[in-house]
């Protein structure tokens, strides 16, 4: 069988340049335009020395297959052209060679394909390892944790169908075979704002809506499900569906998933009845007596109180008042507190991001115990953030994202540009200095410690008005603008402030 054209080691007519390091000019159009001009005739990947540059092209490839593993297993990275699989299996043999851990870091912005190439690196590392018994079973647990934390932890967003709304970073360990034998995930920055708001056109998070259409009839009555539109943690912004995505079907996938971590069918009941429970406490309304809040509605109660095993009254006494404890000497006292409407409404909301987030974390725990070992030989990490991200409103969490994206372009910077520049420099070498934007500024901004950045100012309001709801938006920013009104990358303005990160400004409220 001929190879595939992409694929063919004595084609001479190759598209653009494989590797950029080899570029002519090293200026941003022309890398640009190599990648388009690579793009265009459907060469995904890249290289600029050992990164690996991978382009979205927003349709199925044809070049994932067994045979595609074949050609890539055990050959040099120069023999064929440039591809994710030859970027693992070179991480996998210097893993095996040096007996020494790996790590592959891949960021992008929002919807490059970073949960992609993640799966892609999974995938060759399950199919090329071998092994019987246990080291199946853990295979398993590796592959079928992706549509598990999926189901739980990504959404659709105006840029990303499937957009990870968490950061994790999965180690996979090996004996010193090269034989899969455990793993662990450690998971960070889940968008719990999420649960309880989303922009126009976005949706929450997948398993809501897997539950409202997978469910069986039995499992709607038990869990008072009904449509989307129903709910109001779903229905803000006028998106329930997406395009070529069978949310009944990923039920089925993400129930099956959940088989293999060996969740017990009650506990996947539980699991689904939480689910159940935030939908329902969203549908709790408020409305104002007296100038306190009471329940619109106390029917809204019963529901979400059966789901969680509480009594529907403990729910609204906690909706809509606070204990306070006040300390002096060897003396304390308790005072109630009746709570506004947009107090309890707060309330609510905190309630429902906190068991969201446990149960986030139940999950990426259950996962962690079915390939736990008790020690690890030698270990491949793959991170997979968030991208960058620019919405219409951009919120904390937007924020911490963004920095993170800020700290890897960083890492990139000094791995590649920095420290190869460092090198000739050191070896004599003559050469014309590549120049670059070092974000370190950016970075500076957001974490320093001396002068205080944006997170050190954030540290203090927070301690000083800890106790006070009113004012705390209005000292941030009023400190922001004392500290930063003249730093070049910083601009605020009354509600909110921007910051002019390496990928753009972004406006924060």
Same mark, same amino acid.
């Given at each position: 069988?001929?190879?595939?054209?992409?694929?063919?080691?004595?084609?001479?007519?190759?598209? /653009?340049?494989?590797?950029?390091?080899?570029?002519?000019?090293?200026?941003?159009?022309?890398?640009?335009?190599?990648?388009?001009?690579?793009? &265009?005739?459907?060469?995904?990947?890249?290289?600029?020395?050992?990164?690996?540059?991978?382009? #979205?092209?927003?349709?199925?490839?044809?070049?994932?297959?067994?045979?595609?593993?074949?050609?890539?297993? @055990?050959?040099? =990275?120069?023999?064929?052209?440039?591809?994710?699989?030859?970027?693992?299996?070179?991480?996998?043999?210097?893993?095996?060679?040096?007996?020494?851990?790996?790590?592959?870091?891949?960021?992008?912005?929002?919807?490059? @394909?970073?949960?992609?190439?993640? $799966?892609?690196?999974?995938?060759?590392?399950?199919?090329?390892?071998?092994?019987?018994?246990?080291?199946?079973?853990?295979?398993?647990?590796?592959?079928?944790?992706?549509?598990?934390?999926?189901?739980?932890?990504?959404?659709?967003?105006? %840029?990303?169908?499937?957009?990870?709304?968490?950061?994790?970073?999965?180690?996979?360990?090996?004996?010193?075979?090269?034989?899969?034998? /455990?793993? $662990?995930?450690?998971?960070?920055?889940?968008?719990?704002? %999420?649960?309880?708001?989303?922009?126009?056109?976005?949706?929450?998070?997948?398993?809501?809506?897997?539950?409202?259409?997978?469910?069986?009839?039995?499992?709607?009555?038990?869990?008072?499900?009904?449509?989307?539109?129903?709910?109001?943690?779903?229905?803000?912004?006028?998106?329930?569906?997406? *395009?070529?995505?069978?949310?009944?079907?990923?039920?089925?996938?993400?129930?099956?998933?959940?088989?293999?971590? #060996? =969740?017990?069918?009650?506990?996947?009941?539980?699991?689904?009845?939480?689910?159940?429970?935030?939908?329902?406490?969203?549908?709790?309304?408020?409305?104002?007596?007296?100038?306190?809040?009471?329940?619109?509605?106390?029917?809204?109660?019963?529901?979400?109180?059966?789901?969680?095993?509480?009594?529907?009254?403990?729910?609204? *006494?906690?909706?809509?008042?606070?204990?306070?404890?006040?300390?002096?000497?060897? +003396?304390?006292?308790?005072?109630?507190?009746?709570?506004?409407?947009?107090?309890?409404?707060?309330?609510?909301?905190?309630?429902?991001?906190?068991?969201?987030?446990?149960?986030?974390?139940?999950?990426?725990?259950?996962?962690?115990?079915? &390939?736990?070992?008790?020690?690890?030989?030698?270990?491949? /990490?793959?991170?997979?953030?968030?991208?960058?991200?620019?919405? *219409?409103? #951009?919120?904390?969490?937007?924020?911490?994202?963004?920095?993170?994206?800020?700290?890897?372009?960083?890492?990139?910077?000094? !791995?590649?540009?920095?420290?190869?520049?460092?090198?000739?420099?050191?070896?004599?070498?003559?050469?014309?200095?590549?120049?670059?934007?070092?974000?370190?500024?950016?970075?500076? !901004?957001?974490?320093? $410690?001396?002068?205080?950045?944006? &997170?050190?100012?954030?540290?203090?309001?927070?301690?000083?008005?800890?106790?006070?709801?009113?004012?705390?938006?209005? +000292?941030?920013?009023?400190?922001?603008?004392?500290?930063?009104?003249?730093?070049?990358?910083?601009?605020?303005?009354?509600?909110?402030?921007?910051?002019?990160?390496?990928? /753009?400004?972004?406006?924060?409220?």
């Amino acid at each position: 069988m001929p190879p595939h054209h992409w694929q063919s080691k004595t084609q001479k007519n190759v598209s /653009g340049v494989e590797d950029m390091v080899l570029i002519p000019k090293i200026a941003e159009d022309a890398i640009c335009e190599n990648l388009r001009k690579r793009l &265009m005739d459907d060469y995904i990947y890249t290289y600029i020395g050992p990164v690996l540059i991978a382009v #979205n092209p927003f349709k199925n490839m044809t070049y994932f297959t067994d045979r595609d593993i074949e050609q890539y297993q @055990g050959a040099a =990275i120069y023999e064929n052209p440039p591809h994710i699989y030859a970027l693992t299996d070179n991480m996998y043999r210097n893993m095996l060679i040096e007996a020494e851990n790996q790590c592959v870091i891949i960021s992008g912005e929002s919807g490059a @394909g970073k949960t992609v190439s993640a $799966k892609h690196i999974m995938s060759y590392i399950t199919k090329v390892s071998g092994g019987s018994g246990d080291i199946l079973r853990v295979k398993d647990v590796i592959l079928e944790s992706n549509p598990l934390l999926e189901a739980f932890g990504n959404a659709k967003t105006v %840029r990303n169908n499937n957009s990870s709304r968490f950061g994790k970073y999965i180690e996979i360990q090996f004996s010193r075979s090269g034989q899969p034998d /455990g793993g $662990k995930i450690s998971n960070f920055l889940l968008e719990k704002s %999420r649960v309880v708001r989303q922009n126009q056109n976005e949706r929450n998070f997948h398993i809501f809506y897997q539950l409202c259409a997978g469910a069986t009839a039995d499992e709607k009555a038990n869990l008072g499900l009904a449509d989307p539109s129903y709910f109001s943690y779903l229905n803000q912004s006028g998106c329930d569906t997406v *395009e070529g995505t069978d949310d009944a079907k990923d039920l089925q996938e993400t129930k099956h998933a959940m088989s293999v971590m #060996n =969740i017990t069918p009650q506990d996947q009941l539980n699991v689904l009845k939480a689910v159940a429970a935030i939908l329902h406490l969203g549908n709790i309304d408020f409305v104002e007596s007296g100038n306190y809040a009471s329940v619109r509605d106390p029917s809204f109660l019963e529901f979400p109180a059966y789901l969680l095993g509480v009594q529907s009254s403990l729910i609204q *006494e906690k909706f809509t008042t606070r204990l306070m404890e006040s300390k002096w000497g060897g +003396k304390s006292e308790t005072t109630t507190m009746t709570l506004t409407v947009e107090q309890a409404i707060y309330t609510r909301d905190a309630l429902a991001k906190a068991i969201y987030n446990r149960l986030f974390d139940y999950l990426v725990a259950t996962v962690n115990v079915a &390939m736990n070992k008790d020690r690890s030989d030698i270990s491949i /990490g793959v991170l997979d953030i968030y991208g960058f991200e620019i919405f *219409e409103h #951009n919120g904390f969490e937007q924020f911490c994202i963004n920095f993170v994206n800020e700290k890897l372009q960083q890492i990139f910077i000094k !791995l590649t540009l920095k420290a190869e520049q460092e090198e000739y420099v050191q070896e004599g070498i003559k050469w014309t200095p590549v120049e670059y934007f070092n974000n370190e500024i950016v970075c500076d !901004l957001v974490e320093e $410690k001396k002068p205080p950045g944006v &997170m050190c100012v954030l540290d203090d309001v927070c301690a000083t008005l800890h106790a006070q709801g009113d004012g705390a938006d209005e +000292k941030f920013l009023g400190k922001l603008h004392e500290n930063f009104s003249s730093h070049k990358h910083f601009t605020g303005f009354s509600g909110g402030f921007t910051i002019l990160h390496y990928a /753009g400004s972004v406006t924060y409220e």
